[in-house]
């Protein structure tokens, strides 16, 4: 069983920064598609950004320029660097891995950006 444990949420100020970090247990990380999803109350979740084993990139157009997405496969770990965050960004974030017809996902972690 995959587990994966996120980290790096919580409160900053419009046009600041944070970086989440999803690390994986397991052998098929390398392998892997891994997502950034997020979720705000009363709102459909939606993909933030992905990246697949290849190091190829997708981003929602509401985060392109602003958030990057990243991976190391040495850590089993992917990277979401966040910035110029806005009050609209607030959302639960979920960090998912796709391999197959695997799916997996972490335990989520709060980003809040409010002044």
């Known amino acids: 069983q995959v587990q994966l444990v996120e980290s790096g949420g919580g409160l900053v100020q419009p046009g600041g920064s944070l970086r989440l970090s999803c690390t994986a247990s397991?052998?098929?990380?390398?392998?892997?598609?891994m997502g950034w999803y997020r979720q705000a109350p009363g709102k459909q979740r939606e993909l933030v950004a992905r990246?697949?084993?290849?190091?190829?990139?997708n981003y929602a157009d509401s985060v392109k320029g602003r958030f990057t997405v990243s991976r190391d496969n040495a850590e089993n770990t992917v990277f979401l660097q966040m910035d110029a965050l806005k009050p609209d960004d607030t959302a639960v974030y979920y960090c998912?891995?796709?391999?197959?017809?695997?799916?997996?996902w972490g335990q989520g972690t709060q980003v809040t950006v409010s002044s």
């Open positions: 998912n891995l796709q391999f197959a017809l695997l799916n997996y």
């Open positions: 397991g052998s098929i990380f390398r392998l892997s598609v």
């Open positions: 990246i697949t084993s290849g190091e190829t990139t």
